[in-house]
């Protein structure tokens, strides 16, 4: 069994201000998906997404703060918020979701690619690389938080952790941020290069995205202790799964779809 680093999760405080690891990992996931875009630009040229990057940018940070809240309220605790309204806004009090996140980011991206006249795939390809970046530095944010830790094991890496009881568990989140982060990093970055190279519709990528993850996150989750209030269903998968499978499945059926659509011009 191993010891489990107790790492402060302010890293430093002035006043009423607190500067958290887990705030941190999101800013810093913003970053590398803004370079990483930036440098697709350089290398595969999208002029009218490079136009509006800035102005998405926002859009997409603000659509993925809010997808995160809402989808947690409604995927996992709607019952507690509906009795609670105002803690809805307590985001401080934690309750983030991946799977709501996503749906913010389609919902508030194909809305401004439908303003400014912008392909909406060809833009979802260009940032599908980057997503992984941020959840891997996400999940390292809830292992130093201590939350969404794994189910009990005897494993000789499991861990104590300071909420999860008494006995050794699954470091669920090392797990997450090592499949759903580098692993699927890395599986994206050489499909990009194959995007390009053998120049596949636009929106291939992105499948290729929610096929990754979904199918991770579905295995990972055998590991994860599911939610106390929610359980498993039919004794067996966790609500997470149930959303990564409808992952799995939107990503199959992208990719049959863009299957059949003309290959992604490098500035369209």
């Given amino acids: 069994m191993l010891t489990y680093p107790q790492i402060d999760p302010i890293i430093f405080q002035v006043g009423p201000l607190a500067v958290r690891w887990y705030g941190l990992m999101y800013v ?35 659509s993925l703060i809010l997808g995160s809240r809402l989808g947690y309220v409604l995927f996992y605790n709607f019952s507690y918020y509906i009795q609670h309204p105002l803690e809805i806004f307590a985001t401080w009090q934690g309750g983030m979701s991946f799977h709501g996140g996503l749906l913010g980011l389609v919902v508030g991206g194909w809305i401004f690619c439908r303003v400014r006249g912008l392909a909406f795939l060809r833009s979802a390809d260009a940032y599908a690389v980057a997503v992984p970046i941020g959840l891997g530095l996400g999940r390292l944010g809830n292992f130093i938080n201590g939350e969404l830790y794994g189910r009990v094991s005897d494993v000789p890496w499991a861990m104590v952790f300071p909420d999860g009881g008494p006995l050794p568990r699954h470091p669920s989140q090392l797990y997450e941020s090592f499949l759903e982060g580098l692993v699927l990093f890395v599986i994206m970055w050489f499909t990009m290069r194959l995007y390009w190279r053998r120049q596949w519709p636009a929106g291939r990528l992105t499948a290729v995205f929610l096929l ?50 003309r290959p992604a011009r490098a500035g369209g």
């Fill in 28 to 62: 810093l996931g913003f970053l590398a998906a803004y370079f990483l875009v930036r440098y697709q630009f350089r290398r595969y040229p999208h002029p009218g997404l490079e136009k509006n990057f800035d102005s998405l940018n926002l859009v997409l940070i603000l």
């Fill in 212 to 261: 990754g993850y979904g199918t991770m996150r579905f295995l990972v989750e055998f590991f994860r202790e599911p939610d106390a209030h929610l359980g498993l269903m039919l004794g067996l998968f966790s609500r997470g799964q149930l959303l990564s499978a409808l992952m799995i499945l939107a990503g199959a059926v992208l990719w049959l779809l863009v299957s059949r659509r």
